[in-house]
């Protein structure tokens, strides 16, 4: 497969390396030339022209010794006149060595044969020195000798010109190399540049415009449109990569077509559960606008989901107090003591429908709330029922009531000796029926008020109370009672205790029934009782203390509980209904407060409830 | 002696109630259902009625109303004996016109207390 990409970025860096390398080549082979013409310069004409020089001085050497052998008769001027005759062939020989110069070997011909005519004059004139005498010496000089002598001078010098004209040359012609070179270079450079930029500017639209047309065609299928292709041209990896992306977007195509068919599936077996499920659900978005209403709701309510979709809950559905919740909920987060169920009740064409309504938030991942969903528990029936049981428990007293009076006063009669004398046995016997006929009296009536606290259908009648009144009034009946068993009851309250929010009576009762349970559960001789109270920020509390055999821990968590008995030592039950702390509860939760008790056996009980305290008049 | 009128419909409650009274040394009448009571205690005069609620023909709402619209009887005190506990039925039994309300179950001595508060004001 052709990696035309691959093959043409290698391709056009080998290229760019070639007419990079070329350009070097270039250069080194211009400063060799440069250096060459230099090195030609010193080698051809330097020397010959250091030997026309040499030439000149040996000449003009050996021409004093002529004129000092003829005047001065000079016996060292022979020698000296060799002397120069020996350098001076010296110098000649050597600028013969180094003939460069067109011309050049014609003048040191010329030299040679004027020397050689120089030298036999030379020998002339000595002999005409010696034989004819100076005069005439000195006629030969001037007329023969000299002239050569002058002439020879001049061609030497004509060669150190030529030379130097050569140099001049040379130098002229090397700075037209590097000039030449520069120019060439720095061109060749600019090709280069170019060559290359328009190679990169190709490079870049051959593979950047293909990857800039991916990027949005990615884009398009990230916002979920899977029907994006993209033109397959050539065999390099650009169209490669858009073939497998072709095969991408088809393979995402029909993934997405089986999990939207999934999800659709999934969905109607979600939406046929919700509208199946006889409870009212309501969905709301952060925005309190309506998403979903099921068959029950749109019973409940008489909407219609239609019609209030994507609606402000407030706009369709009128009921403020769900809508409350439904804020409170979203609040949660600040404050936790919120009620998160109410009970409501809603008309559904004649009758009355009673809902129980439960907000649940709908958290994301991160756990940011993101809408609600409001369920509305149809609890007519439950109602009902509860009705049924309070009439039950109102209609089954009501009818325990007679027979108990005939019983008890029949009994009580027959005690008192008012139909006729009596037996210790039939005593005995009749107190045993009178004591139990008791028994069933308070059960009666503690199983009554139980129904109806329960059934809130008896309204706590709150107001504001000094609490060591009502202590004093519970407790009162009990001191003879704690007095024949040697028992003692302090009651510990601060002076300037507040005043809580009370129903005098049936707080009165609560303590009734804890003290009575102290006093039950305290020993013969030695039993102690303490009431106290304690002031917090907003609540008293009220401790009820004994120092009985305490409870045993399984019992302390169901002892609020109904018709929870503890038994006595004997493991006898000790007279109670056990109804009354299930009532205390009853009470106590009514007011706001709370009531719980700790105990260790052995030790002694300790009874706690809480009142709140009345803002301060 | 001072003359008790029941009007009781249980014969149970009756037979101590009565038995009671009697060896209390009242004088004492029974009336097993409202209108006969009613009819009772024109005759009878009584000092005091001890009146159920809950009676055949006619209940004890309506006999003490009757009672207490009559010249002759209405100021005889009516004592509400009876097996309702609710607040509505006894503030009932005060507006029309009941001087006591006594919740059954009682006892003898509670039946006492009551006729001697009664009694003793006079």
Redesign the interface.
Known sequence: MGKSIKFKMTSIFILIFIVLAANSMWSVFNFNKLNNSIEEIMESNYASVVAAQNMVVALERQDSAELSHMFADDKNSQEIFLENEKKFLMWLARAEDNITEHGEEEILEGINNLYTQYIERYYSLIEIQSSEGIEEARNYYYNDVLPLFEESKEEARSLQELNQNSMIEQRNEAQRIAENASYSTLLIAFLTILLGLILVFYLMSKIVKPIDNLIDKIKKISEGDYSQQLDVTGDDEISELASEFNIMTEKLKSYELLNVRRLMKEKKKAEAIVESISDGIIVTDEDNKILLVNRAAEKALGIKEKEVINKHFLEEIKEEEIFKIIKSMKEKNKINNIKKNINITLKSGEELKHYNINVKPIRDKDGTNVGMVTLMQDITKLKEVDQMKSDFVSTVSHEFRTPLTSIGMSAGLLLEGISGDITEDQKELLEAIKEDNERLKNLVSDLLDLSRLESGKIQMDIALYDIRKIIQHAVKPFYRQAEDKNTSISINVNDNVSKVKADFNKISWVLTNLVGNALRYTPENGGKIEIEVKETANKILVAVKDNGKGIPEEFQKKIFEKFVQVKDEKGENTGGTGLGLAISKEIVNAHGGDIWIESEPGNGSKFYFTLYIGSKL | MKKVLIIED?K??V???K??LM?KEYDVRVSRDGIEGIKLAQEYMPDIILLDILLPKMNGYLVCEALKEEMDTKNIPVIFIS???QEKDIKKAFEVGGQEYI???????DIEKVLKKYFEEE
């Open positions: 249980e149970n409650i037979l101590p109630l038995m009671f060896k097996a309702k506990t919740i059954k179950p009682f006892v003898h001595e």
